[in-house]
């Protein structure tokens, strides 16, 4: 059973950064794609970004292109979501995700983790 703990939310002003981990539980965690989403309360969940096993191809959503980086380090287990020039419409509790493969048209995944919440301020 892999288990996904994420961390790095909190609150910070629009055009601020914050930097999201997500830690996976087994090591065979490097095998599987990874990918953020995010939702707020009452809408549908929204695919952010996502990392191939190797780590050589990366998708993103138009509306954090050129602003998110997503990378990983399967030595450490670890999926970042660096986020910058946040705006107050990013705010949402954002997931982490391990699938087989992840891109913007990804709906479902068979891993996920708890939520981590960010907040912009405007």
């Known amino acids: 059973q892999v288990q996904l703990v994420e961390s790095g939310g909190g609150l910070a002003q629009a055009g601020g950064s914050l930097r999201l981990s997500c830690a996976g539980s087994v090591r065979t965690l490097s095998i599987y794609a990874m990918g953020w989403f995010r939702q707020a309360t009452g809408k549908e969940r929204e695919f952010v970004a996502a990392?191939?096993?190797?780590?050589?191809?990366?998708y993103y959503a138009d509306s954090v292109k050129d602003r998110f980086t997503i990378s990983r380090d399967n030595g450490k287990n670890t999926v970042y979501l660096q986020t910058n020039n946040l705006k107050p419409e990013d705010t949402d509790v954002y997931y982490c995700?391990?699938?087989?493969?992840?891109?913007?048209?990804?709906?479902?995944?068979?891993?996920w983790g708890q939520g981590t919440q960010v907040t912009v301020s405007s």
């Open positions: 995700a391990a699938h087989p493969f992840i891109d913007q048209a990804t709906l479902d995944c068979d891993y």
């Open positions: 990392i191939t096993w190797t780590g050589g191809g990366t």
